[in-house]
C-alpha cells in the first residue's frame, strides 16, 4: 500500500505560481511511476504531468507544457508540481496519483494510488 498527501494547493492571480507538493508512505516509493491529475467542476479527471520512477523522463499535457514542471525526491518520498504563468482554466482540484511499475500512463484508470486532492484556484 501507498499512502499519498498533496498540499500546496491555494488561491493566486492569474500570472502567478504555485508549488504542489505529494508525500508518500508505506511501500517503497521509488518503485512507483506518479502522475499529477487535475479534475475541474463538471468535467472527467484529466492528466497533467507524470515522472517515471527513476525521474528520468516526464511527461505533460499539451495545455501545461511550458508552464508545469514535475520532479520527484526518493529520498524524500516526495514529488512536486512546480506551476508557473497560471491561468484561470488552470483552476481545479489537484491529484497525486501512483502505479506500480516505472511507466507513466496518462489514463487515470491505470493508477493504483490517489491522495485525497488540493484545490487550485487562479483568479483573473
Known amino acids: 500500500q501507498v499512502q499519498l498527501v498533496e498540499s500546496g494547493g491555494g488561491l493566486v492571480q492569474a500570472g502567478g505560481s504555485l508549488r504542489l507538493s505529494c508525500a508518500a508512505s508505506g511501500r517503497t516509493f521509488s518503485s512507483y511511476a506518479t502522475g499529477w491529475f487535475r479534475q475541474a467542476p463538471g468535467k472527467e479527471r484529466e492528466f497533467v504531468a507524470g515522472i517515471r520512477w527513476s525521474g528520468s523522463t516526464t511527461y505533460y499535457a499539451d495545455s501545461v507544457k511550458g508552464r508545469f514542471t514535475i520532479s520527484r525526491d526518493n529520498a524524500k518520498n516526495t514529488v512536486y508540481l512546480q506551476m508557473n504563468n497560471l491561468k484561470p482554466e488552470d483552476t481545479a482540484v489537484y491529484y497525486c496519483?501512483?502505479?506500480?511499475?516505472?511507466?507513466?500512463?496518462?489514463?487515470?484508470?491505470?493508477?493504483?494510488?490517489w491522495g485525497q486532492g488540493t484545490q487550485v484556484t487562479v483568479s483573473s
Open positions: 496519483a501512483a502505479r506500480r511499475g516505472p511507466t507513466v500512463k496518462a489514463e487515470f484508470r491505470e493508477y493504483n494510488y
